[in-house]
């Protein structure tokens, strides 16, 4: 369909009914298409409260329903003019255009599916969208003027020594890396909507669903890959040397990143870590908010987080406040004066964490006599939380107001540091008055002049 043609072919309609006729079928078909996902996203919406993954993924995929439903409205209404045997040369202009639009919000979904589902979109992928949005409309610009065969033919004839089948065209190798850019998109969007449908299942493990959602994506990956490269004809074998080097590769620089991921591995499987545990490690504090094949993130209590190598976990020593039993213990420490009453005091202590929020009352709280300090007797008040992921600092806090207002009110009388200061006895001081007088009169007595 060269471009004269398309133009000569609307001048020659533009005067005549069946142009009008094409007009408003194609503005029904956009009316019904832009309709059709509005209501979709409404019904679908409608009753729902929240923002989970299936309502914004239906309220995204919506505005790709719209031109997609377009493009099926116009090639029916293509179909039945032509069954009427009238001209279609504006419908068949209009076709093409909505299927862009269709192709480009549909890769635009995906990606973001993909790449910023849990953030912002970077500037990476708003400069990656408009490349492919450019690459589209280019296409769509070489087909309307009739050059897309000539196109083709070029990168048909063009081949490169590659294979044993006397080469690879520029043909094979484009329709090679478009099939593998959508197919592995679609198994990553696949991958990244089953993990979030299996991180929702309360019914199994948290390591459990992470192991899964992991593995699922890697076998769709490579599904996704070799699948391609056998669509378009592309002998496999061409991997053997990519897989030996890789393999190389992996034994001597990627010892480290291999380690990572194996170790990632085997903690999912153990179940050793889960996501919400408050882990220690090294001179690291926090929860585990997420773990990857490689990594995992840990957030401290102050908000900060911190990437270990999952082989850190492995072979180091790591404790788990949360592992089989989320109750720990936290204390507080005070002196009290050596005058004080332990039989009084001591019941009076335990008394204070309870009512405290967070604080457990089974096992209840205790007070023991840990030392006998310089100053007074060392009295530890120990209680148990069960959300040791919201830090210790907090109710450690609301416990001490307690005992201070026991102080304030006379109660609990603290420990003071003690010092006895004594002066030396009369002879002591002569003895030192005597040894400091001989210096003094040396200090005084000048040099003898010289000769």
Known sequence: ?????????????????????????????????????????????????????????????????????????????????????????????????????????????????????????????????????????????????????????????????????????????FQAVVSVVILLMLALWAGAALEERLMNVQGIHTSSRAVIGRMSRAVLIIIAVLGSLTLVGIDLTVLSVFG??????????????????????????????????????????????HINTRYTVLQGLDGVETVLPNEMLISGPVQNQSLSNRSIRVATTITVAYDSDLAVIMPLLEQQPQGVERVLEDPAPGVSLTKFGADGYDLEVGFWIRDPENGRGGVISEVNKKIYALIQAGQIRLAYPARDTRLLDAQMMTVLAGMARPEAQSAETPPPSPQ
């Not at 993954?53 to 439903?69: C, K, N, T």
């Not at 393999?247 to 170790?263: F, T």
């Not at 153990?270 to 220690?280: F, N, P, Q, T, V």
């Open 244 to 289: 030996g080097a890789l393999g190389v590769g992996l034994g001597l620089g990627m010892q480290k990143i291999a380690s990572n991921y194996v170790s990632g591995f085997v903690i999912l499987l153990e179940r050793s870590l889960a996501i919400g545990d408050m882990i220690s490690v090294d001179k690291f504090t926090g929860k585990v908010t």
């Open 1 to 173: 369909m060269p471009l004269s043609n398309v133009l000569s072919d609307l001048i020659e309609d533009f005067d005549k009914p069946i142009f009008l006729y094409q007009a408003g079928a194609i503005a029904v078909c956009v009316v019904l298409g832009w309709g059709l996902g509005y209501a979709i996203r409404r019904a679908w919406l409608r009753g729902r409260s929240g923002s989970g993954v299936v309502q914004i993924g239906v309220e995204s995929f919506s505005y790709v329903l719209s031109p997609l439903a377009v493009v099926g409205f116009l090639a029916i209404a293509k179909l039945l003019f032509v069954a009427e045997r009238y001209n279609v040369h504006l419908l068949r202009l209009a076709l093409p255009l909505f299927a862009s639009l269709a192709v480009i919000r549909l890769a635009f979904y995906l990606m973001r599916r993909v790449f910023a589902r849990h953030g912002p979109v970077g500037a990476a992928i708003l400069t990656f969208e408009k490349i492919f949005a450019m690459l589209v409309w280019l296409a769509v610009a070489l087909y309307i003027a009739g050059l897309w065969p000539d196109v083709f033919d070029f990168l048909d004839e063009t081949k490169l020594p590659i294979g044993k089948r006397g080469g690879l065209s520029l043909a094979s190798i």
